[in-house]
């Protein structure tokens, strides 16, 4: 259980900037990793003896690894356009959850240890010596960002706030610092294949009961294979898709999918996992090794396309990664033979990764779904555009495709559907409150308060234009939107995944839903003929 | 490492109160745990931590959600084969907390 805290109230809306609280929130910190979870990841097992120093040198060599780092501490003005950005800040109104103070945090040791001013003047800069205060500091509020960007959208300079907390924790990790939720999950990913720990034979068992679930229901042997050898595509998907609530829904309706575009397509139990959070504690060597799983899964089963599934993160990951990490997309490194071999083997006639909602998109398109939308008709539905896919990546060949993909899917199985608030949607979408590792029931209090500015455009539509449902398409989102909409007076059950709606409507052919249809489409056939009667 | 006191014996527990070593598991232990999160349990509460250590020792891991429900329902008749009554029993969701009660390690994950 969750520690005892107070949910915020709704503000006024749309909102006016708070009032300060100062350190509402510094006594938020997640569980700190253990040495089991550190070591296999490559991190020493506990804060190293000469912990300060090596922070330093740390950041020293982040430094001249990503410039785009040193851009960003060097380039802030302090004009406050982000301050009131962040939905952190908005839901503790706690200043060091404003965008440019959580930089600051950082920012005033690199003053101090690598500009002059701050090695000769440090007070006159704002610079800071590398303490266990500032450690602490670094610790708790590090992970009150879930890296969603969303302030970096209003920054004149773009300066990325995500890439800062990523360096503040690699450098925390480097010292032996780490987060426990992230750390041990990126455990598991690496010997059991996903996050969830779900080894292959329960995986199989799972799978087998799903699709003894969509035979029930349609009445058609509608397949989810695994390891399937010479399958033509491979479905990367988060883990929680096997395992949790709305998730499982969604998984269903991609299986839908699939079997009515007749794609001979397969999961892989060695890599039965997109999320990568590796991203989220900056560590490229991990993030690698976690990707590598993908290509081994790949190259193994010898698919000709990857298709990913509904996850934010990992769809950034893939979009904007994958490609020089494993070669899945254009740009491996030419000294890395397994990459090579893997782009040789896949189709260049198709997006190299693919997410599963171009990959309904296109079906669409194509006249080759059909939809009974009245099965949806119960629902008026609204769509929470997740950060990672918003902010960080695209789908289709257009501008912007990332917003119109799924709200097009959505809207071609729905016939109610109503955006949030412009201002809380698209490329300036909030975050769920969940994001960025910060999933965990440890830190339940900032998850929630973080969830406020979308709760609010969610209560804004539920009050005036009759929402019902809010679909999702990441994993953590709608973990997330699980746990916290009962905390703003929201049933847990109006979140839905995005296929979810598509799977309970997609009309398969031969099915039992099919068959149901049938007196209904001769009716308007009679109809034509009454008329043509009577103009006769 | 924190303990748990079950009966005069010192059980090991992580921070969040889970117990360490599962096969230390027993109903007193159940009890306790159960305790700890404000659950108090019935034969339909011990229906379902049964399954799950069930589940848990064929499998090495707790089952989805609906695999639970699923199993819950052709054992105890459809009215109960749904996540509602899940959530009536394990109010902060059956996966982690009824997994708590059970001994079980925490499921973990986008979940």
């Known amino acids: 259980m969750a520690a005892e805290f107070q949910t915020p109230e709704f503000r006024e809306y749309p909102a006016v900037p708070n009032a300060l609280i100062n350190d509402a929130t510094a006594h938020l910190s997640p569980f700190i990793a253990k040495p089991n979870h550190q070591e296999p990841l490559g991190f020493p097992g506990e804060l190293v003896e000469n912990w300060e120093e090596k922070a330093v040198e740390k950041m020293g060599d982040l430094l001249t690894k990503y410039r785009g780092l040193r851009v960003y501490l060097d380039s802030c003005v302090k004009c406050g356009s982000c301050t009131d950005k962040c939905h952190y800040y908005q839901g503790t109104s706690d200043p060091k959850n404003m965008p440019v103070a959580r930089q600051d945090l950082l920012r005033s040791v690199y003053r101090r240890y690598f500009t002059f001013a701050g090695k000769y003047f440090p007070k006159l800069v704002g610079a800071r010596d590398m303490t266990r205060e500032v450690l602490d500091e670094w610790y708790s509020y590090f992970h009150q960002c879930s890296q969603c960007r969303r302030c970096s959208v209003f920054c004149p300079y773009g300066i990325d706030t995500a890439e800062i907390s990523m360096a503040a924790r690699e450098i925390m990790d480097s010292i032996g610092h780490g987060q426990k939720y992230c750390n041990e999950i990126l455990g598991k990913v690496q010997t059991v294949g996903n996050n969830l720990g779900l080894p292959g034979p329960a995986l199989k068992a799972t799978m087998a009961e799903f699709a003894e679930e969509i035979e029930d229901d349609t009445g058609l042997p509608v397949e989810i294979p695994i390891d399937k050898k010479g399958a033509d595509v491979l479905l990367i998907t988060p883990s929680a898709d096997f395992f949790a609530e709305p998730h499982i829904d969604g998984l269903m309706g991609y299986a839908k999918v699939f079997h009515e575009a007749g794609v001979n397509w397969t999961l892989s139990s060695h890599a039965a996992e997109a999320a990568n959070f590796s991203m989220f504690i900056g560590s490229y060597s991990n993030m690698k090794k976690v990707a590598e799983r993908i290509r081994d899964a790949a190259l193994e089963l010898g698919v000709k396309q990857i298709i990913v599934g509904e996850c934010g993160h990992a769809w950034r990951v893939a979009y904007s990664f994958w490609n020089t990490l494993t070669g899945v997309g254009a740009g491996a490194d030419p000294s890395d033979e397994y990459a090579l071999k893997l782009q040789k083997q896949l189709d260049p006639n198709v997006p190299q990764p693919m997410h599963i909602c171009e990959f309904t998109y296109d079906l669409i398109q194509k006249g080759k779904l059909r939809f009974d939308k009245s099965a949806n008709d119960h629902r008026t539905v609204t769509f929470h555009d997740s950060c990672n896919v918003a902010r960080a990546s695209r789908m289709g060949d257009w501008a912007g495709g990332q917003f119109d993909i799924p709200r097009e899917v959505i809207k071609a199985c729905c016939n109610n559907y109503v955006d949030m608030d412009p201002d809380t949607i698209k490329e300036k979408t909030y975050c769920c409150g969940g994001g960025g590792g910060l999933l965990t029931d440890d830190l339940m209090e900032i998850r929630v308060k973080g969830a406020l500015p979308r709760m609010e455009a969610l209560k804004d539509v539920v009050d005036h234009r009759g929402v019902n449902t809010l679909a999702a398409i990441c994993a953590i989102c709608k973990a997330q939107f699980a746990k916290v909409l009962p905390y703003y007076n929201f049933p847990m059950h109006m979140l839905v995944s995005t296929h979810q709606l598509v799977g309970e409507s997609l009309v398969l052919t031969g099915s039992n839903q099919e068959k149901a249809l049938q007196p209904k489409q001769e009716e308007p056939a009679k109809e034509d003929e009454a008329q043509a009667k009577a103009e006769e | ?111």
């Not at chain 2, 109160?17 to 999160?37: C, T, V």
């Not at chain 2, 989805?64 to 899940?86: H, M």
């Not at chain 2, 982690?96 to 390690?105: N, V």
Request: glycine content about 8%; charged content about 30%.
């Open chain 2, 1 to 111: 490492m924190a303990t748990m006191n079950v009966a005069g014996r010192e059980l090991e527990v992580d921070e969040e109160g889970y117990l360490i070593d599962l096969s230390q598991w027993d109903r007193a232990a159940g009890e306790e745990l159960a305790k700890s999160e404000n659950v108090e349990m019935t034969d339909s509460h011990w229906e379902v931590i049964d399954f799950l250590r069930e589940y848990y020792e064929e499998y090495q891991i707790a089952p989805a959600v609906r695999v639970l429900t699923k199993a819950i329902g052709k054992k105890l008749g459809p009215e109960k084969g749904n996540s509602k009554y899940l959530y009536e029993l394990f109010p902060y969701g059956p996966a982690k907390q009824a997994c708590k009660i059970a001994g079980l390690p925490k499921p973990t994950g986008c979940i």
